[in-house]
């Protein structure tokens, strides 16, 4: 079992930064991938942007240039940067931990992100 904590979060202006923070804890598998996903009202879940322990990063088309995210494997956490936040940006945002090669995949319980005026 894996158990993910979330924190970060929370209301921002557009045009604002948050900082979305994952740990994880539990029997972690050396070869994983780490990363975010939201799903806003009314929509499905989709992926924000991933990075394997290998370094190997992906990012949704629409938050390229603005979100960054990061690994501290020392401390099996993940990092979402998000810079220059847009309204569409609103949703929950979840975290998951999966192994690359077994079927292994974790969820966090979800931080809402809300980027109003």
């Known amino acids: 079992q894996v158990q993910l904590a979330e924190s970060g979060g929370g209301l921002v202006q557009p045009g604002g930064s948050l900082k979305l923070s994952c740990a994880a804890s539990?029997?972690?598998?050396?070869?994983?991938?780490m990363g975010w996903y939201r799903q806003a009202s009314g929509k499905e879940r989709e992926l924000v942007a991933t990075?394997?322990?290998?370094?190997?990063?992906n990012y949704a088309d629409s938050v390229k240039g603005r979100f960054t995210i990061s690994r501290d494997d020392a401390k099996n956490t993940v990092i979402l940067q998000m810079n220059s936040l847009k309204p569409e940006d609103t949703a929950v945002y979840y975290c998951?931990?999966?192994?690359?090669?077994?079927?292994?995949?974790?969820w966090g319980q979800g931080t809402q992100v809300t980027v109003s005026s």
């Open positions: 990075m394997t322990s290998g370094g190997n990063i």
């Open positions: 539990g029997r972690i598998l050396k070869l994983n991938v």
């Open positions: 998951n931990w999966r192994a690359t090669f077994t079927t292994q995949s974790y």
